[in-house]
């Protein structure tokens, strides 16, 4: 006989495993038992019976009624329990083999049974509600934080190589527009002009602007004094109709024009760069109060003025437009992807040390916050009940489709197997219960003398 285990997940039923036989101890004790007792009635009563008829001992007849009765019901429950899983000795009589024969109304009434008692809202509800899916989460979450982390930055190249660098720089760009865009940029400068007004940096980014100016003024002397004899009406040229006189007296016109322009521009230095320094070291200084009056007037302008949200609209539209956010696209993914592919690999990796305090994190917040906790075991709760309740004409798919997989003998050993003991109790109560009632009637009878 063919021993056959049920269909593991992926397997067909009809793809069955064989298994090893093998009998219940139990099974085995207590059907030596039954069997037993079945033989010691057996020889009581021919023991019985023939001491009463050779020896004429009468009061034997009460053991042999007991012994005979006794016998009697060990051999009908013997029957009885036989009949359930096998042929008794071999023997097709009708009604016998009742589970091999109905393995297919076995198998529909085990699914039924168990898809209607115990899949249900009334028994399931109550126990998944009160597990802590959040706790344990939680305490997963914190003992395998590590190897979350390291499992991530591991896998990372292989998803950055998976993506396409046109679409992220696409992506990318696109964001940026609309960040460009949405962006109330006028409000946001009058918020932070607005700060560095309260603390006093207005002064500070004043005499820098000053100190700069001032200092640009200096590296191009030479430009300012250039610009300023182009001015000078003084030139060599002027003399182009006098004999000889371009060539006498030019260059001398040249040479004072460029001495004039550069005492013109020196002067012109000297004097705004003096103005400049004296309107940074006083604090009550024309110009000082000048650009305080104009860094008022353009806080309140970005707040407020339609023209210049308007002029800001404008020039955000316009830098959208500009093929200038797409290089900035390029470069930044390239510099991301870069930096995430050479830190993953680095041994002490900033993105699995952040991934690994994010984990964590997360960790300690669903620990900590009971409110959280107890809304993800509602949820979770919730979705694990439903799932199981949507599942259950597959449940009873499976529990039929398993059974009727089996051997049909092979079923009849394995369900032996598991309630065969109990079944054995019952041959050896009928033995006793059959021999009291056999020994009650005899005494009935010896009562009445029948």
Same mark, same amino acid.
């Given at each position: ?297 353009? /806080? $309140? ?9 308007? @002029?800001?609209?404008? !020039?955000? =539209?316009?830098? #959208?437009? &500009?093929?200038? /956010? $797409? ?9 991301? @992807?870069?930096?995430? !592919?050479? =830190?993953?690999? #680095?041994? &002490? ?102």
């Amino acid at each position: 006989m063919k021993c056959y285990d049920p269909p593991l997940p992926g397997e067909t039923t009809t793809s069955i495993r064989p298994m090893s036989t093998h009998t219940n101890p139990g099974l085995r004790k207590m059907r030596r038992v039954a069997t037993g007792a079945l033989i010691l009635c057996a020889a009581g009563a021919v023991t019985c019976r023939l001491a009463a008829h050779f020896a004429g001992m009468a009061w034997l007849g009460w053991p042999g009624a007991f012994f005979e009765a006794g016998m009697v019901g060990a051999m009908a429950d013997w029957f009885a329990v036989v009949a359930l899983f096998r042929h008794p000795l071999g023997i097709p009589i009708p009604h016998t083999a009742v589970l091999p024969k109905n393995k297919g109304r076995v198998a529909d009434s085990l699914a039924t049974f168990i898809s209607e008692s115990f899949l249900t809202e009334e028994q399931l509800g109550p126990r998944l509600r009160r597990i802590d899916y959040a706790g344990f989460a939680s305490r997963w979450l914190q003992g395998n934080a590590t190897m979350i982390a390291a499992r991530a930055t591991a896998f990372a190249p292989t998803i950055l190589d998976g993506l396409s660098d046109e679409e992220m720089t696409a992506l990318l760009g696109e964001r940026a527009r609309d960040l460009i865009r949405q962006s109330k940029l006028g409000p946001i400068a009058a918020t932070a002009l607005g700060i560095a007004l309260q603390n006093g940096r207005d002064r500070e980014i004043f005499v820098s602007v000053l100190r700069s100016a001032g200092t640009l003024l200096e590296e191009h002397r030479t430009t300012i004094q250039e610009k300023i004899a182009e001015e000078i009406p003084l030139s060599g040229d002027m003399l182009r109709g006098i004999p000889f006189g371009r060539e006498l007296a030019g260059p001398l016109l040249d040479s004072l024009r460029d001495s004039l322009a550069g005492t013109v521009a020196k002067k012109t230095i000297e004097k705004t760069q003096t103005t400049l320094e004296e309107a940074a070291r006083n604090p009550q200084s024309s110009l000082w109060n000048a650009f305080d009056k104009r860094l008022r007037e353009l /806080i $309140e302008n970005l707040k407020s003025s339609p023209e210049m949200t308007e @002029k800001i609209r404008t !020039l955000q =539209d316009t830098l #959208a437009k &500009s093929t200038m /956010i $797409e290089d900035f696209a390029q470069a930044t993914w390239r510099e991301i @992807k870069t930096f995430l !592919l050479r =830190d993953c690999a #680095a041994p &002490s990796s900033l993105v699995r040390r952040k991934i690994e305090e994010a984990v964590r994190s997360a960790s300690n917040q669903i620990m900590e916050n009971e409110a959280t906790r107890k809304e993800i075991n509602a949820f979770v709760g919730e979705e694990v009940l439903k799932s199981i309740l949507t599942a259950k004409p597959h449940a009873q798919e499976l529990i039929t489709s398993t059974v009727n997989a089996w051997d049909s003998q092979e079923m009849a050993t394995r369900l032996e197997g598991t309630v065969g003991r109990d079944l054995q109790f019952i041959r050896l109560n009928g033995t006793i219960v059959g021999g009291l009632v056999g020994l009650a009637i005899h005494t009935i009878f010896w009562a009445l003398q029948l």
